[in-house]
């Protein structure tokens, strides 16, 4: 079974942490981003979702990261229906999913600290609780030395990592990314990576939304790949140098 | 370089940025219409405490329209209706007016007469009334008319019922344009708590996504705004209550004028307008806030 096909077969796993059945999603009355989806990721998985600008990479981490709701189809997430969920529901489950956003969205007036405190905060956890393991995994990230410096005072790969920071601290079932390595060099990139692949080693369900080919292509992990907001079968690789 | 960050010592920052280059503006506003909601209160007050002057002193006198008719003299007549009325229930003090403050009264209207003798001018009783308790005037219309007296009594309940219709008028007119100032200070909360969520749409977003309930949410703008508006109902107060103060102290005890007597005490009355500003803010930016985030 091809790559694609693995990821996007949705077969019927008992452990699944997400489910599309026959989704569709379009914004207003606008063109459908994304038409009849049908996947299911098992939990603990590590998937890439490629696709050029525009097949709906984004529209789909939406979908999971409940900004969005399908226009059409079935969407289940942590085993409930997201369309039956109740605002508290919702709520509890954005709490669950750690998402990089494509543009990163640090809050400017926060330290570094605070950005990456920030989900434990809105969870209610004391600072007392979370203040070492935040400063750990600053370290951990290469912040270090930066934990009260503002946003806009950090390099660009120092903001990505930041904000990978803050996707990961509360240790969420899912960690979403959209293009994170899309403004950092070839090093940086490899090394947000691995960070990912010890997240997800740790039992966290990684989706990663990319145009770095060559970095899927290294990866060898299951890519869901979109063209014009449908899946289709991943498109022949050249050769991985 | 590396910074000196003591994690021991670090304490959460406000998620919402502190300072808003719009909060002056929004606290001039709110502190404007503070100050004029205060200065209605204050205006309401006196013109109640005015009215209450007026229908205190009517209620409590009462005054006896005397004609003398057949041979009595009007002297007679007017000592006849106050024997008649003195010891009466709810009668405190009767006396019958000289024929020169009768003609004091309606000198006004008929000029210097040279012999009063020569003009019928009817002979008035001024009749203290019990205040607790006063006499009515047809208990003082009986006693009268018992002594076959050619008399009328003026109760001043015309008056007393215009006086105290126009207080009605004033006090109404007052919680309209208190209630209607409250409104336009409710609305500019709301539009100041729309610009505040749009210009943090950022810092909503990411709380919203990163599992922040609704109502956390609002709760930082309903406090933020809450605060502001505290701040412009003290500045608003205190500048209502100083130009009281300057009122009362201009017009002594009678206040700015005896239609307005502004009391020492009723400057307290400005007092609760910041808690009331914070309240009014408060709510409206709680209620827009979190029907925007709704929509997120």
Known sequence: MSRNAQAAAGDSLSDEILRFSDVSMRYGRGPEVLSNVSLSLPRGSFHFITGVSGAGKSSLLKLIYLAARPSSGTFRLFGDDVATMTARDLTMARRKIGVVFQDLLLLDH????????????????????YRSDVAELLTWVGLGSRMNALPPTLAGGEKQRLAIARAVVNRPEILLADEPTGNVDHEMALRIYRLFVEMNRLGTTVIIATHDQDLVARSGRPVLHLEKGRLK???????VT | ????????????????????????????????????ACLTALGALAGDRGARGWTGQLVGEATVVVRARGGETPD???ARAAEALAGLPGVTEVRALEKEKAYDLIRPWIG????????????????TLDRKAPATAALLDQALKRQKLDAVVDDHSIWIKDIRRAAGVVRSTAIAIFMLIAAAAAAIVAFATRAGLAARRDVVEVLHLTGAEDSQIASLFELRFARIAAVSGAIGAASAGALGGVLRMMGGGEGLTPALP???????????????????????????????????
């Not at chain 1, 079968?233 to 050769?239: E, K, S």
């Not at chain 2, 920052?13 to 004029?36: G, M, Q, T, W």
């Not at chain 2, 210097?112 to 009749?127: E, N, Q, S, T």
């Open chain 2, 76 to 78: 007679a007549a007017a």
């Open chain 1, 110 to 129: 926060l330290s570094a600290f605070d950005n990456t405190a920030l989900p434990l905060r809105i969870a209610g956890h004391k600072a007392a609780d």
């Open chain 2, 262 to 296: 502004i009391a020492w005490i009723d400057l307290l009355a400005v007092l609760p307008c910041p808690v009331l500003a914070a309240l009014v803010a408060a709510i409206a930016a709680r209620l827009t806030a979190r029907r925007l985030i709704k929509d997120l």
């Open chain 1, 233 to 239: 079968p991943l498109p022949p690789q050249g050769p």
């Open chain 2, 1 to 36: 370089m590396s910074e000196a960050f003591d994690t021991a010592r670090w304490r959460p920052a406000a998620f919402l940025p502190e300072k808003d280059a719009r909060d002056p503006a929004l606290i001039f506003v709110i502190a404007v219409l503070c100050f004029l």
């Open chain 2, 112 to 127: 210097d007469v040279a012999d009063l003798d020569d003009l019928p001018v009817p002979r008035l009783v001024a009749v």
